[in-house]
T-cell receptor, first 117, second 113 residues
Framework: KAGVTQTPRYLIKTRGQQVTLSCSPI?????VSWYQQTPGQGLQFLFE???????NKGNFPGRFSGRQFSNSRSEMNVSTLELGDSALYLC????????????????FGEGSRLTVL | AQSVSQHNHHVILSEAASLELGCNYS??????LFWYVQYPGQHLQLLLK??????LVKGIKGFEAEFIKSKFSFNLRKPSVQWSDTAEYFC???????????FGTGTRLKVLA
C-alpha cells in the first residue's frame, strides 16, 4: 500500500509570492490534515479536511488555506509568503472511520520543505 | 489553553540504558494521547496511543507509556535502548472524536553505541 505522497518535496520562493502544496493520502483514507513543522515550535496544526469539507482549523492567518478534492487528494496554499513561513509542511491522512475502527492514528508523508527568501 | 509539553529537548544515552521521556498535557474533556517517532530521514510514525482503559500502553519496538490522569502526564519508557532508537520523539494530544492534534516540541534522543 503506497504511503502519503507530498509534492513538491523542496521548493524555494521569495517574499510576497504564493505557493501550492499537494498531498495524496493513502488509498481509502478520507481525512487529510496539514501541519507546519519548525525547529523549536514542533508541529502546529493547520487544518483538517474530510469529505471535501474543512472540519478543523488551527490558529494560522487567512493566508493559509486548503481544499480537498473528491478523490481525497488535498492541496494547501499560502499566499503573500513571509520569511517566517519557511518550514516543513507535513500532510497526514487517516481513515477517520467511526466506532472501534477509529484509531485516531495519523499517517504522515515526508513533507514539503519550503524556504522563503 | 490546550497544550502539550515535552521538557527534555535533547537526551543522550548509552546503549542498554533505560529511557523515560516526559510529556505533560493541558486539555479539557476526554483526551487521546499519542507518541510518534521520526527516525533520521524518515517520516513520522506512530509508536503507541492511549484512548481509554489500561493506563499502561505498549507500543512497537519495546516502548511503553503510562497515562497518569492526576499528573496530566503520558511519559514514554523503554527499559533498554538501542542505537537504532536514535530519533526525535513527539508527544501529541487530541480531543476524542476530532482529528485536531497538538504536538509537543519534540525530544531528540541520541543513543551512543
Amino acid at each position: 500500500k503506497a504511503g502519503v505522497t507530498q509534492t513538491p518535496r523542496y521548493l524555494i520562493k521569495t517574499r510576497g509570492q504564493q505557493v501550492t502544496l499537494s498531498c495524496s493520502p493513502i488509498s481509502g483514507h478520507r481525512s487529510v490534515s496539514w501541519y507546519q513543522q519548525t525547529p523549536g515550535q514542533g508541529l502546529q496544526f493547520l487544518f483538517e479536511y474530510f469529505s471535501e469539507t474543512q472540519r478543523n482549523k488551527g490558529n494560522f492567518p487567512g493566508r493559509f488555506s486548503g481544499r480537498q478534492f473528491s478523490n481525497s487528494r488535498s492541496e494547501m496554499n499560502v499566499s503573500t509568503l513571509e520569511l517566517g513561513d519557511s518550514a516543513l509542511y507535513l500532510c497526514a491522512s487517516s481513515p477517520r472511520t467511526s466506532g472501534r475502527a477509529n484509531t485516531g492514528e495519523l499517517f504522515f508523508g515526508e513533507g514539503s520543505r519550503l524556504t522563503v527568501l | 489553553a490546550q497544550s502539550v509539553s515535552q521538557h527534555n529537548h535533547h537526551v543522550i544515552l548509552s546503549e542498554a540504558a533505560s529511557l523515560e521521556l516526559g510529556c505533560n498535557y493541558s486539555y479539557g474533556g476526554t483526551v487521546n494521547l499519542f507518541w510518534y517517532v521520526q527516525y533520521p530521514g524518515q517520516h513520522l510514525q506512530l509508536l503507541l496511543k492511549y484512548f481509554s482503559g489500561d493506563p499502561l500502553v505498549k507500543g512497537i519496538k519495546g516502548f511503553e507509556a503510562e497515562f497518569i490522569k492526576s499528573k496530566f502526564s503520558f511519559n514514554l519508557r523503554k527499559p533498554s535502548v538501542q542505537w537504532s532508537d536514535t530519533a526525535e520523539y513527539f508527544c501529541a494530544a487530541g480531543t476524542s472524536g476530532t482529528y485536531k492534534y497538538i504536538f509537543g516540541t519534540g525530544t531528540r534522543l541520541k543513543v551512543l553505541a
